[in-house]
């Protein structure tokens, strides 16, 4: 179970590292706004870009 989790904490935080760093390098102004599951969210810069790839399911946009 420790396994599956550290495995599942590695693919999700691992991608975050160039987001912050093209983050802070580039001055990125992209952002997100919408709801997802009821929840108010406004995302902005790499993060914004890393949560749309990572909640993306596939479907054309």
Do not use: N, Q, R
């Not at 987001?19 to 580039?26: H, R, S």
Request: glycine letters at 10%; charged letters at 10%.
């Amino acid at each position: 179970m420790l396994e599956k989790l550290l495995i599942y904490a590695i693919l999700v935080l691992v991608p975050l590292i160039p987001a912050v760093v093209l983050f802070v390098t580039l001055k990125s102004t992209a952002t997100i706004k919408g709801t997802i599951a009821g929840i108010p969210m406004e995302l902005g810069g790499a993060i914004a870009g890393y949560f749309a790839v990572a909640v993306h399911d596939g479907s054309p946009l």
